[in-house]
């Protein structure tokens, strides 16, 4: 625990040495970097210590003699740590080529400041170990990222996203301090150790107020309306850090109370694997429907924590119906697919970063052909999309391996259960596929084919920290496909202290790892020998380059090519009921039409809903008690004193 | 030993087959056909030229035959073919079989993008949305398989004790299964009713569309996938309607073979009495084949 003490220390100097230093812009920025990474280290390492130990390592701190501070380090921790402690230095090594604009020296550093504060607020999240501390942390994460949101504060599009958040993410935060208040009630304590002393009907009910609250932070459909809107506005360092990583803590928060509350009720478990599969689906199609790059990788987003709500979801119905090897797997598939969408999605909001950096366009029928003009982006980007699609030899694959594992264990389950495991296969290949077909279309409209528009010419690769980043966390996403071994023991090694699954046989993973490496490599073996037999077989031979081919048509501009949006039309369409797309296309007339116009907007149907049902009833009522306000400072009193009397009479 | 010698033969006379289709459809057209190793000449053909790359097109457009072909032979590895053990099985398999050809569409899509023709993405979309529906309905199979015999792995669907075979008591569950197979057969292969290989029109083709560009060997090896994919499709029925092994392993092979002949065949007939479905009604097609597939599973929860 000293080691995770001086990590966090570490880090915050990280933040605190830029502001100090905001005059000399590089120095505060290679501060920033190196602290952060030895901070990061230094924390990696005291996670990999604590790992041996087969106790949780506790720590507790007494405040003003009221709020006692603990923390506790035990396996779910140790899970959900590494993603921060990796990504958060690769991160801020983006960063230093990212924020570059010198003029906005002072707001770099508070940018850094804010960056740091999250990271040590995310780590304390997952470390605390009573209600406060909890608490304390969850809103030093949640204002902390609001405040990095905030970067670009001049821009209105950019207050309204942030103040989106902060509202989706203080309602959530009231509901989980909700949630925590019910069973501190009945337990009269605030220690999570007591939690699973209190009555049914509380467990209950804190369970599903503290699930609206973490689901809102993870973006699970339909909470997840603030996502769309953050990342897009949020500048890119700050989307892979919030979106890789911070939202997990969503995860984090209902898997812990989950355990804590030790009550295996098969609602619980059953309405998690719901709400994954819903998000899952929808998320991948808002995604396939969305123009902008950032926008659709937030949508994608909402799909990936809709496929770890999957994979927790059915390990919650393997406990609730006694499968523990089915409840092994659907867990540690979902805590290797938080790693692994870490990984992967920290990497494509980088390479959304560097094109917004160096071509400055958002959306991506204006873009094209970038992967001649940026060949490290277009590469790296070609990796993260494969693994985002679940596809081998990538790491996402192995993830969702297990959970498709543990669904089939579940096809041995009787009524609702087994119904609902064969809907999360079928929602498992659905979002496979639907993943396949976005990110095809990301790579293939914007880093393949002709540049649309004449700023994609101009491209160029981001300065070298940031090739850097995304060079890395693509390696490494091949690293996990190639050597699945230590990792999926490293999810599994995070059910270790959660005793529920304490009686899962030591041997239930067999020789699975082992078999997916294999595979995985005998795949690359066999691309590099044809790789080679191709070499062979084109030597001497004639290869000429020419234009492709227009089926007749010579005079071809980029204009014909497909778009983003001819690309998915049909695939949308398909989900109709479930997505509210409307077209405006005046249809050509007479002999020789005029110039016509089309355009297709595609809405959230949560977006609508919460309007519908929530934001105008809510403006209704009050502007109907418009009266109230009117002024008079006297009235006002007069309130305070009559609400005064009102509780006195009443409490 | 065995099992590399029935992978070997798989690899060497998979090419055969697509001519039976040829010589089925000209026999239906009162013609002579080509000769039946029609494909193995245009393999040797387009093995021995050159090729023409387009200058919109970056390492992807070539990556994507090789991607293509390495994930069609890797689905191979894994099958059983005429019973013999295969090279490589463990329990989840199939999961790996459908993820690794799933990752060879996406190269194909990716290399079709490349070229920046409108056609080639027109393709592109249309492989996208069909494959996703396609592939919800064979993991649906999957699932039926699993409630049958508890296997996740093609080598032991179909050996055991309960092998999965249209004789054992479970036959008649997959008469609806052979069915909807056939035609996710179809649409993975781009088949009519789903697509037309033969056709001349661009604008309404799906597979052969998106290789428009490619030529010579990577052509070659594109081609080889695409048989290699066909063969796996057409082996999986095959392993179903066969009747029980025989003793002799050469009889046995020459028994798989005749019927994976004879399911060709029927492809062929398919091509030669069918029109091919217009575009907004493949959807309907593919979850019809899923509607199949469901309804199977859904008895079977009477039956175990």
Same mark, same amino acid.
């Given at each position: 625990?000293?080691?995770? %003490?001086?990590?966090? *220390? +570490? $880090?915050? @100097?990280?933040? =605190?040495?830029? !502001? /100090?230093?905001?005059?000399?812009?590089? #120095?505060?920025?290679?501060?920033?970097?190196?602290?952060?990474?030895?901070?990061?280290?230094?924390?990696?390492?005291?996670?990999?210590?604590?790992?041996?130990?087969?106790?949780?390592?506790?720590?507790?701190?007494?405040?003003?003699?009221?709020?006692?501070?603990?923390?506790?380090?035990?396996?779910?921790?140790?899970?959900?740590?590494?993603?921060?402690?990796?990504?958060?230095?690769?991160?801020?090594?983006?960063?230093?080529?990212?924020?570059?604009?010198?003029?906005?020296?002072?707001?770099?550093?508070?940018?850094? %400041?804010?960056?740091? *504060? +999250? $990271?040590? @607020?995310?780590? =304390?999240?997952? !470390? /605390?170990?009573?209600?406060?501390?909890? #608490?304390?942390?969850?809103?030093?994460?949640?204002?902390?990222?609001?405040?990095?949101?905030?970067?670009?504060?001049?821009?209105?599009?950019?207050?309204?996203?942030?103040?989106?958040?902060?509202?989706?993410?203080?309602?959530?935060?009231?509901?989980?301090?909700?949630?925590?208040?019910?069973?501190?009630?009945?337990?009269?304590?605030?220690?999570?150790?007591?939690?699973?002393?209190?009555?049914?009907?509380?467990?209950?009910?804190?369970?599903?107020?503290?699930?609206?609250?973490?689901?809102?932070?993870?973006?699970? %459909?339909?909470?997840?309306?603030?996502?769309?809107?953050?990342?897009?506005?949020?500048?890119?360092?700050?989307?892979?850090?919030?979106?890789?990583?911070?939202?997990?803590?969503?995860?984090?928060?209902?898997?812990?109370?989950?355990?804590?509350?030790?009550?295996?009720?098969?609602?619980?478990?059953?309405?998690?694997?719901?709400?994954?599969?819903?998000?899952?689906?929808?998320?991948?199609?808002?995604?396939?429907?969305?123009?902008?790059?950032?926008?659709?990788?937030?949508?994608?987003?909402?799909?990936?924590?809709?496929?770890?709500?999957?994979?927790?979801?059915?390990?919650?119905?393997?406990?609730?119906?006694?499968?523990?090897?089915?409840?092994? %797997?659907?867990?540690?598939?979902?805590?290797?697919?938080?790693?692994?969408?870490?990984?992967?999605?920290?990497?494509?909001?980088?390479?959304?970063?560097?094109?917004?950096?160096?071509?400055?366009?958002?959306?991506?029928?204006?873009?094209?052909?970038?992967?001649?003009?940026?060949?490290?982006?277009?590469?790296?980007?070609?990796?993260?999309?494969?693994?985002?699609?679940?596809?081998?030899?990538?790491?996402?694959?192995?993830?969702?391996?297990?959970?498709?594992?543990?669904?089939?264990?579940?096809?041995?389950?009787?009524?609702?259960?087994?119904?609902?495991?064969?809907?999360?296969?079928?929602?498992?290949?659905?979002?496979?596929?639907?993943?396949?077909?976005?990110?095809?279309?990301?790579?293939?409209?914007?880093?393949?084919?002709?540049?649309?528009?004449?700023?994609?010419?101009?491209?160029?690769?981001?300065?070298?920290?940031?090739?850097?980043?995304?060079?890395?966390?693509?390696?490494?996403?091949?690293?996990?496909?190639?050597?699945?071994?230590?990792?999926?023991?490293?999810?599994?090694?995070?059910?270790?202290?959660?005793?529920?699954?304490?009686?899962?046989?030591?041997?239930?993973?067999?020789?699975?790892?082992?078999?997916?490496?294999?595979?995985?490599?005998?795949?690359?073996?066999?691309?590099?020998?044809?790789?080679?037999?191709?070499?062979?077989?084109?030597?001497?031979?004639?290869?000429?380059?020419?234009?492709?081919?227009?089926?007749?048509?010579?005079?071809?501009?980029?204009?014909?090519?497909?778009?983003?949006?001819?690309?998915?039309?049909?695939?949308?369409?398909?989900?109709?009921?479930?997505?509210?797309?409307?077209?405006?296309?005046?249809?050509?007339?007479?002999?020789?039409?005029?110039?016509?116009?089309?355009?297709?907007?595609?809405?959230?149907?949560?977006?609508?809903?919460?309007?519908?049902?929530?934001?105008?009833?809510?403006?209704?009522?009050?502007?109907?008690?418009?009266?109230?306000?009117?002024?008079?400072?006297?009235?006002?009193?007069?309130?305070?004193?009559?609400?005064?009397?009102?509780?006195?009479?009443?409490? | 030993?065995?099992?590399?010698?029935?992978?070997?033969?798989?690899?060497?006379?998979?090419?055969?087959?697509?001519?039976?289709?040829?010589?089925?459809?000209?026999?239906?057209?009162?013609?002579?056909?080509?000769?039946?190793?029609?494909?193995?000449?245009?393999?040797?053909?387009?093995?021995?030229?050159?090729?023409?790359?387009?200058?919109?097109?970056?390492?992807?457009?070539?990556?994507?035959?090789?991607?293509?072909?390495?994930?069609?032979?890797?689905?191979?590895?894994?099958?059983?073919?005429?019973?013999?053990?295969?090279?490589?099985?463990?329990?989840?398999?199939?999961?790996?079989?459908?993820?690794?050809?799933?990752?060879?569409?996406?190269?194909?899509?990716?290399?079709?993008?490349?070229?920046?023709?409108?056609?080639?993405?027109?393709?592109?979309?249309?492989?996208?949305?069909?494959?996703?529906?396609?592939?919800?309905?064979?993991?649906?199979?999957?699932?039926?398989?699993?409630?049958?015999?508890?296997?996740?792995?093609?080598?032991?669907?179909?050996?055991?004790?309960?092998?999965?075979?249209?004789?054992?008591?479970?036959?008649?569950?997959?008469?609806?299964?052979?069915?909807?197979?056939?035609?996710?057969?179809?649409?993975?292969?781009?088949?009519?009713?789903?697509?037309?290989?033969?056709?001349?029109?661009?604008?309404?083709?799906?597979?052969?569309?998106?290789?428009?560009?490619?030529?010579?060997?990577?052509?070659?090896?594109?081609?080889?996938?695409?048989?290699?994919?066909?063969?796996?499709?057409?082996?999986?029925?095959?392993?179903?309607?066969?009747?029980?092994?025989?003793?002799?392993?050469?009889?046995?092979?020459?028994?798989?073979?005749?019927?994976?002949?004879?399911?060709?065949?029927?492809?062929?007939?398919?091509?030669?009495?069918?029109?091919?479905?217009?575009?907004?009604?493949?959807?309907?097609?593919?979850?019809?084949?899923?509607?199949?597939?469901?309804?199977?599973?859904?008895?079977?929860?009477?039956?175990?």
């Amino acid at each position: 625990m000293d080691i995770l %003490f001086a990590a966090l *220390l +570490l $880090v915050l @100097a990280g933040g =605190l040495a830029p !502001l /100090a230093l905001h005059r000399w812009l590089s #120095a505060a920025k290679v501060a920033h970097v190196s602290l952060v990474a030895a901070g990061c280290l230094t924390g990696l390492y005291g996670v990999y210590a604590a790992w041996g130990q087969s106790t949780p390592v506790l720590f507790s701190y007494s405040w003003l003699h009221s709020l006692t501070w603990s923390l506790s380090l035990d396996s779910l921790a140790t899970a959900f740590l590494p993603p921060i402690f990796l990504l958060a230095p690769v991160i801020a090594l983006y960063s230093y080529d990212y924020l570059d604009a010198a003029e906005h020296a002072w707001r770099t550093a508070v940018n850094h %400041f804010f960056f740091s *504060l +999250l $990271v040590a @607020a995310m780590v =304390l999240v997952t !470390l /605390a170990d009573n209600m406060a501390a909890f #608490a304390m942390a969850w809103e030093l994460m949640s204002l902390s990222s609001y405040a990095l949101v905030l970067y670009d504060y001049e821009s209105e599009e950019t207050q309204r996203a942030a103040h989106l958040y902060l509202l989706f993410t203080q309602t959530g935060a009231l509901l989980v301090f909700a949630a925590f208040g019910l069973l501190a009630q009945s337990t009269g304590s605030l220690a999570f150790a007591q939690i699973h002393l209190a009555p049914e009907t509380a467990k209950t009910a804190a369970f599903f107020l503290a699930l609206i609250g973490f689901g809102s932070k993870a973006g699970v %459909f339909p909470l997840h309306i603030w996502l769309p809107h953050a990342h897009p506005a949020a500048p890119s360092h700050v989307s892979a850090l919030m979106s890789g990583v911070m939202i997990k803590m969503g995860v984090y928060g209902i898997l812990r109370l989950y355990f804590l509350l030790n009550d295996f009720n098969p609602l619980f478990a059953r309405t998690v694997l719901v709400l994954g599969m819903v998000s899952g689906v929808l998320g991948v199609v808002y995604a396939l429907s969305k123009r902008e790059i950032k926008r659709l990788l937030a949508y994608s987003s909402i799909e990936n924590i809709g496929v770890i709500f999957i994979g927790c979801g059915l390990g919650m119905v393997g406990l609730s119906s006694g499968n523990r090897i089915m409840a092994a %797997f659907g867990f540690a598939g979902g805590l290797l697919h938080v790693l692994n969408h870490a990984l992967f999605k920290s990497l494509l909001f980088m390479g959304a970063g560097a094109i917004l950096h160096t071509v400055g366009a958002r959306k991506m029928d204006q873009l094209g052909g970038l992967m001649k003009t940026m060949p490290v982006t277009g590469r790296t980007f070609l990796a993260g999309s494969v693994a985002i699609s679940g596809l081998p030899p990538f790491n996402g694959f192995v993830s969702e391996f297990l959970i498709y594992y543990a669904a089939f264990q579940g096809l041995g389950l009787q009524g609702p259960d087994f119904l609902l495991s064969m809907a999360a296969i079928i929602a498992l290949a659905l979002i496979g596929g639907l993943a396949a077909g976005c990110f095809t279309k990301v790579v293939g409209i914007v880093f393949l084919g002709e540049p649309r528009r004449e700023h994609a010419h101009a491209a160029t690769d981001p300065g070298p920290t940031m090739g850097a980043a995304m060079t890395l966390l693509a390696v490494a996403c091949l690293g996990i496909g190639l050597w699945p071994e230590p990792f999926i023991r490293f999810a599994f090694a995070g059910l270790r202290d959660l005793a529920p699954l304490a009686a899962v046989p030591a041997d239930v993973l067999g020789a699975v790892p082992h078999n997916l490496a294999v595979i995985a490599r005998v795949f690359v073996g066999l691309l590099l020998a044809l790789t080679a037999l191709r070499r062979l077989l084109y030597r001497g031979k004639p290869v000429s380059q020419n234009t492709t081919w227009g089926c007749g048509f010579t005079q071809a501009t980029s204009r014909i090519q497909y778009t983003g949006a001819s690309y998915s039309l049909s695939i949308v369409d398909f989900h109709r009921p479930f997505i509210k797309t409307t077209t405006k296309f005046a249809a050509l007339a007479r002999i020789f039409p005029g110039a016509t116009q089309y355009s297709r907007k595609v809405e959230d149907l949560a977006e609508i809903g919460l309007h519908r049902l929530l934001v105008r009833p809510v403006l209704k009522i009050a502007d109907k008690l418009r009266w109230i306000q009117h002024g008079h400072i006297q009235l006002y009193i007069g309130y305070i004193v009559l609400t005064i009397a009102g509780l006195l009479l009443v409490v | 030993m065995e099992s590399v010698v029935s992978f070997g033969l798989a690899l060497l006379l998979a090419p055969l087959f697509p001519g039976v289709i040829l010589k089925t459809k000209a026999l239906f057209a009162g013609k002579q056909g080509p000769p039946l190793l029609i494909k193995y000449f245009t393999l040797i053909k387009l093995l021995r030229k050159g090729s023409v790359y387009s200058s919109s097109t970056t390492f992807v457009f070539r990556l994507g035959p090789l991607i293509s072909c390495a994930a069609a032979i890797m689905a191979l590895l894994f099958f059983p073919f005429a019973g013999t053990a295969p090279l490589i099985a463990f329990h989840g398999d199939v999961i790996m079989v459908f993820y690794l050809l799933g990752l060879g569409r996406f190269f194909t899509i990716v290399a079709a993008l490349d070229t920046a023709s409108p056609f080639e993405g027109m393709g592109a979309a249309r492989e996208a949305f069909f494959s996703t529906l396609a592939e919800a309905a064979i993991f649906v199979v999957l699932i039926l398989f699993f409630r049958m015999n508890g296997a996740l792995s093609l080598a032991a669907y179909f050996s055991g004790s309960q092998p999965i075979s249209i004789i054992g008591s479970q036959g008649a569950l997959l008469l609806l299964v052979i069915v909807a197979l056939f035609m996710i057969l179809l649409t993975e292969n781009s088949r009519v009713p789903v697509d037309d290989p033969a056709t001349h029109l661009e604008l309404t083709m799906i597979h052969e569309v998106m290789i428009l560009d490619h030529s010579g060997p990577d052509l070659a090896l594109i081609e080889l996938g695409a048989f290699y994919k066909l063969f796996f499709y057409a082996s999986f029925i095959a392993c179903l309607i066969k009747p029980p092994p025989l003793a002799d392993p050469v009889a046995n092979t020459l028994l798989f073979y005749g019927v994976i002949m004879l399911l060709y065949m029927v492809v062929g007939v398919v091509e030669s009495i069918m029109a091919r479905l217009k575009m907004d009604l493949v959807p309907k097609y593919i979850l019809t084949a899923f509607a199949l597939v469901f309804f199977a599973v859904i008895l079977t929860l009477e039956i175990v």
